[in-house]
């Protein structure tokens, strides 16, 4: 089994900074892309940031120069550094990673169970 547990949401005013973490765990061979997404209330779930295991990063455009994704390989752990929040970033949270299971020939998709982020004004 796997598991994705995100951590560091929680209330910041405008202009504030979140280190949101996400540690995967269980029976895992290998960790491919992990990244990001998050879904604010009536909208669907959109891709914020993203960075494969050799450390190339992508980037929603309404995050640029604000948001830096970052990975500790060793640890199976993402982060997302939020700088500059707006009250538009206020949303869940959620970490995916792409992952090859001990013993498995194929990768799987997993989702973290999400993590609230609100930037009051």
């Known amino acids: 089994q796997v598991q994705l547990v995100e951590s560091g949401g929680g209330l910041v005013q405008a202009g504030g900074s979140l280190r949101l973490s996400c540690a995967a765990s269980?029976?895992?061979?290998?960790?491919?892309?992990m990244g990001w997404y998050r879904q604010a209330p009536g909208k669907q779930r959109e891709l914020v940031a993203g960075i494969t295991s050799g450390g190339s990063t992508n980037y929603a455009d309404s995050v640029k120069g604000r948001f830096t994704i970052s990975r500790d390989n060793a640890k199976n752990t993402v982060y997302l550094h939020m700088n500059s929040l707006k009250p538009e970033d206020t949303a869940v949270y959620y970490c995916?990673?792409?992952?090859?299971?001990?013993?498995?020939?194929?990768?799987?998709?997993?989702w973290g169970l999400g993590t609230q982020v609100t930037v009051s004004s």
């Open positions: 269980g029976s895992i061979f290998s960790i491919n892309v």
């Open positions: 995916n990673a792409v992952i090859r299971v001990a013993g498995r020939n194929w990768e799987y998709n997993y």
